[in-house]
């Protein structure tokens, strides 16, 4: 049966392929063309443009596609007291290409302040009728990313300090998010899925981080953010191994981590990827417990082919075998455009994908 309350049968994960006004408008604004009234007026308009799009094709929550953000995480993560956002050597790198070569640094402590994101869901919930979405980087990724070397050592010369405050502020987050009305809160984290990656793992060890520990450290900040949310609130969390442009960084099954992911870490619905087979098989699903949901991201947004209906309704069945239905839903395997510059494929082939996940999810759910 479908369900009245996020996460929904048919859902998605957030981000969405910027429209061409919105792009000319940004790059102007970078050129000092524009201010940023007139940017963000242009924005106004195209997000609304853009949940209505949403709420056509059937689907139950909204969002605002990211299209105030240049990232997914570092927009979120650079606007915390005590971080700033800064030019550094290299980008991230993906299977054969680099991200802008920006990242976060942690420069003073770390406090929540009003963030401007609270006001980007204001909009987007008087825009709808439908349930609202935010999506956040979780907390994790302050410190996946860059680890000890972007952490001034002179603000925190322990690291259990920096978790404290860091889960501290977004305790402070998650309560203004609610207070502004916010009833589907997601968090998008990279490190679960990374830590499944056996490279990611020697990365780790290699800097300094003990890859058995970091899960739970990652886990504890998590349910410190959201211990005080209220209880009409839906906590989800989307696990991702990598997408920019179409590429991806971490392969790997969540074997390693599906008992502590859904058993110690305290969000109500998971969003993970099944799209290929660097996600393995869907036997981690027997760790779920009831009470919790995953969506299953069986579409890809990484490619603009069209997913066959009768293959995507089997791999439902073949994830049935290790949770009950009634406990699962679908989704793309991630946003369409993490970053700014999106994926490769069409506008037509995004809004595509997502129609067929409300059909498929009416077929299946009734």
Same mark, same amino acid.
């Given at each position: 049966?479908?369900?009245?309350?996020?996460?929904?049968?048919?859902?998605?994960?957030?981000?969405?392929?910027?429209?061409?006004?919105?792009?000319?408008?940004?790059?102007?604004?970078?050129?000092? @063309?524009?201010?940023?009234?007139?940017?963000?007026?242009?924005?106004?308009?195209?997000?609304?443009?853009?949940?209505?799009?949403?709420?056509?094709?059937?689907?139950?929550?909204?969002?605002?596609?990211?299209?105030?953000?240049?990232?997914?995480?570092?927009?979120?993560?650079?606007?915390?007291?005590?971080?700033?956002?800064?030019?550094?050597?290299?980008?991230?790198?993906?299977?054969?290409?680099?991200?802008?070569?920006?990242?976060?640094?942690?420069?003073?402590?770390?406090?929540? =302040?009003?963030?401007?994101?609270?006001?980007?869901?204001?909009?987007?919930?008087?825009?709808?009728?439908? %349930?609202?979405?935010?999506?956040?980087?979780?907390?994790?990724?302050?410190?996946?990313?860059?680890?000890?070397?972007?952490?001034?050592?002179?603000?925190?010369?322990? *690291?259990?300090?920096?978790?404290?405050?860091?889960?501290?502020?977004?305790?402070?987050?998650?309560?203004?998010?609610?207070?502004?009305?916010?009833?589907?809160?997601?968090?998008?984290?990279?490190?679960?899925?990374?830590?499944?990656?056996?490279?990611?793992?020697?990365?780790?060890?290699?800097?300094?981080?003990?890859?058995?520990?970091?899960?739970?450290?990652?886990?504890?900040?998590?349910?410190?953010?959201?211990?005080?949310?209220?209880?009409?609130?839906?906590?989800?969390?989307?696990?991702?191994?990598?997408? #920019?442009?179409?590429?991806?960084?971490?392969?790997?099954?969540?074997?390693?981590?599906?008992?502590?992911?859904?058993?110690?870490?305290?969000?109500?619905?998971? #969003? *993970? =990827?099944?799209?290929?087979?660097?996600?393995?098989?869907?036997?981690?699903?027997? #760790?779920?417990?009831?009470?919790?949901?995953?969506?299953?991201?069986?579409? %890809?947004?990484?490619?603009?082919?069209?997913?066959?209906?009768?293959?995507?309704?089997?791999?439902? =069945?073949?994830?049935?075998?290790?949770?009950?239905? =009634?406990?699962?839903?679908?989704?793309?395997?991630?946003?369409?455009?993490?970053?700014?510059?999106?994926?490769?494929?069409?506008?037509? @082939?995004?809004?595509?994908?997502?129609?067929?996940?409300?059909?498929?999810?009416?077929?299946?759910?009734?």
């Amino acid at each position: 049966m479908q369900r009245d309350t996020p996460p929904f049968r048919a859902d998605h994960v957030g981000s969405l392929l910027r429209s061409a006004p919105l792009k000319e408008a940004r790059a102007r604004r970078e050129r000092g @063309e524009i201010g940023a009234e007139e940017l963000k007026a242009v924005e106004d308009a195209e997000i609304v443009k853009l949940v209505r799009k949403q709420e056509e094709i059937g689907l139950s929550s909204v969002t605002d596609g990211e299209y105030r953000r240049a990232w997914w995480h570092f927009d979120f993560l650079g606007q915390l007291g005590g971080v700033e956002l800064v030019d550094v050597e290299h980008g991230i790198q993906f299977s054969g290409v680099q991200t802008k070569a920006q990242a976060p640094r942690v420069v003073g402590q770390i406090r929540y =302040e009003p963030h401007p994101f609270v006001e980007h869901f204001k909009f987007l919930k008087a825009t709808t009728k439908k %349930t609202a979405k935010m999506t956040i980087p979780s907390p994790s990724m302050l410190h996946y990313r860059g680890g000890r070397k972007m952490i001034n050592m002179g603000v925190y010369p322990t *690291m259990d300090a920096f978790y404290d405050d860091l889960g501290a502020a977004y305790a402070g987050a998650v309560r203004d998010f609610a207070d502004a009305g916010c009833r589907y809160l997601q968090l998008d984290d990279v490190s679960f899925a990374y830590l499944c990656d056996p490279e990611q793992r020697a990365m780790l060890k290699a800097r300094g981080d003990d890859p058995e520990r970091q899960p739970s450290i990652y886990a504890g900040m998590i349910n410190r953010a959201i211990a005080g949310r209220p209880k009409d609130m839906t906590i989800s969390m989307h696990l991702c191994r990598g997408n #920019f442009r179409s590429t991806f960084v971490a392969s790997g099954g969540y074997e390693p981590i599906a008992d502590l992911l859904f058993n110690q870490v305290g969000v109500d619905a998971y #969003f *993970m =990827e099944w799209d290929t087979d660097r996600a393995g098989g869907f036997e981690p699903l027997r #760790f779920l417990p009831k009470g919790k949901t995953v969506v299953l991201g069986l579409v %890809t947004s990484k490619t603009g082919t069209l997913e066959r209906r009768d293959d995507i309704m089997r791999r439902i =069945e073949e994830a049935a075998k290790f949770a009950p239905l =009634e406990q699962l839903c679908l989704s793309p395997q991630c946003g369409f455009a993490s970053t700014e510059e999106g994926n490769v494929l069409a506008d037509e @082939e995004q809004w595509a994908k997502l129609a067929m996940i409300v059909e498929i999810s009416r077929q299946v759910w009734g």
